[in-house]
């Protein structure tokens, strides 16, 4: 079993639409949690981080982590054609051990 | 803030020859750096962690005597692909790891990335 599981999609949504992304984890020593977007042929680019259980909001994006499902998620309301890109979530243990989903890629259709 | 730069963004070379690929820390300090190789449409992969003054530590299955990482300060961190053939062709990513001390995020940023093709 791998330490994080992200369903690689590909996932299509039409503009407007709320976007859900999703990973599991099976180590209880993951405590931090990050979302990365990374566009065709670029650098992944830190989009939200939390470290606690419950909803982290910044403008359209939603991070939520519930640990006792070990489970996190990544909402996009409104979504934008610019939102199209592979998103990855991270977690991260408190001895510094960073592990990364596969990757969901997403297509918002205009 | 935050930002990690990484130079060339895209090299052609020709194969036996080496490649030396940089990343930089532009706004903070990195005692940890990593990169990543990224084929087309996959996950990233771990090739190695470097700290700052230290021997890197190599990920399962990467050649360290391929790949030669140094990290010479605090803020710069080199990958050399020694003699290059064409399976080397790949997106290179580095990224820093900016530590929580400063109340910072003490989560990773990535550079822009570099593609090598090897001819």
């Known amino acids: 079993q791998k330490e994080v599981e992200q369903d690689p999609g590909p996932l299509s949504v039409p503009e407007g639409a709320i976007v859900s992304l999703n990973c599991t984890y099976s180590?209880?020593?993951?405590?931090?949690f990050m979302w990365y977007r990374q566009y065709s042929r670029k650098g992944p680019e830190l989009l939200m981080y939390t470290y606690s259980s419950g909803n982290k909001e910044d403008g359209r994006f939603t991070a939520q982590v519930d640990k006792s499902s070990k489970y996190i998620s990544l909402f996009i309301r409104d979504s934008q054609p610019s939102d199209s890109a592979t998103y990855l979530c991270?977690?991260?243990?408190?001895?510094?051990?960073?592990?990364f989903g596969t990757g969901t890629s997403l297509t918002v259709i205009p | 803030g935050a930002v990690v730069s990484q130079h060339p963004s895209w090299v052609i070379c020709k194969s036996g020859t080496s490649v030396k690929i940089e990343c930089r820390s532009l706004?903070?300090?990195?005692?940890?750096m990593f990169w990543y190789r990224q084929f087309p449409k996959q996950s990233l992969m771990l090739m190695a962690t470097s700290n700052e003054g230290s021997k890197a530590t190599y990920e399962q299955g990467v050649e360290k005597d391929k790949f030669l990482i140094n990290h010479a300060s605090l803020t710069l961190s080199t990958l050399t692909v020694t003699s290059a053939h064409p399976e080397d062709s790949s997106f290179y990513i580095c990224?820093?790891?900016?530590?929580?001390?400063?109340?910072?995020?003490?989560?990773?940023?990535f550079g822009p990335g570099t593609r090598l093709t090897v001819l």
């Open positions: 990224s820093a790891r900016e530590s929580g001390s400063r109340g910072g995020t003490d989560t990773q940023y």
């Open positions: 991270a977690m991260r243990t408190t001895g510094n051990q960073f592990y």
């Open positions: 706004d903070f300090q990195a005692t940890t």
């Open positions: 180590n209880s020593a993951f405590q931090y």
